[in-house]
């Protein structure tokens, strides 16, 4: 009997400590997807030791009202939008992208309709009586490579341009690769020369070469728009 008690004791012992593990990996895991920080001690015992049943779904209303979601989100969508605090290219000078960029965290903060977010990215300037946080949604076309390079033929680079908008609002809001119907059709190819031409038309009116920025203090009106 006492073997038997000391093994259930041991058991219980060994449930328990998996069942901390597993409710502690479950509140790491969750910090990490929607905020990309981990909890601290204090808020894993906080967890821990919340008994009701909706414990979990406490924390996830948490997370998701935190200022940190939305530049957890924002981070992933930056990184496919291409963004960067400098033109790219040999010179690599520094460049003024941060309204945009402040703009999609608050866009995930505030909880911004998905048409909403792809529509002011894309064409937010064209909207009657757009707003300047619709115009600076449109920042996203600006996000390429701009070379500063004396001696470049505009017009090259241009092209350049329209074609990287071209690319990348196909992969990251069609979910299609289109570059390689660039050159030329390809037979096993679904996109052909002329499709990407088409979409590449929605891009090539976008003024590039206009170097005088208007530099804005989205604080003043971002957020109360």
Not at 117 to 131: E, H, S
């Amino acid at each position: 009997m006492t073997f038997k008690h000391k093994s259930r004791k041991k058991e219980s012992c060994f449930y328990q400590r998996v069942l901390f593990q597993k409710h502690r990996d479950l509140l790491q895991r969750l910090y990490f997807d929607l905020i990309g920080l981990p909890p601290s001690v204090e808020e894993i015992d906080e967890f821990l030791n919340d008994q009701t049943e909706n414990s979990y779904e406490k924390i996830v209303d948490k997370l998701l009202s935190s200022e940190n979601y939305g530049e957890r989100m924002a981070s992933i969508w930056m990184d496919i939008a291409r963004y960067g605090d400098s033109h790219g290219y040999q010179d690599d000078l520094e460049r003024v992208m941060w309204p945009w960029r402040d703009w999609v965290i608050h866009a995930y903060n505030s909880n911004l309709p998905y048409d909403e977010f792809i529509t002011w990215q894309l064409a937010g300037d064209l909207i009657p009586n757009a707003t300047k946080e619709q115009i600076i949604a449109t920042g996203f076309n600006r996000n390429h490579k701009i070379t500063q390079e004396g001696g470049v033929i505009p017009e090259e680079y241009r092209t350049e341009y329209v074609a990287d908008r071209t690319n990348t609002t196909s992969k990251m809001m069609m979910g299609l690769t289109m570059e390689c119907a660039r050159c030329h059709s390809h037979k096993y190819d679904n996109i052909t020369h002329d499709e990407f031409y088409g979409f590449y038309s929605f891009f090539n009116n976008i003024c590039t070469f206009c170097n005088n920025f208007i530099i804005i203090d989205i604080s003043t009106f971002i957020y109360n728009s």
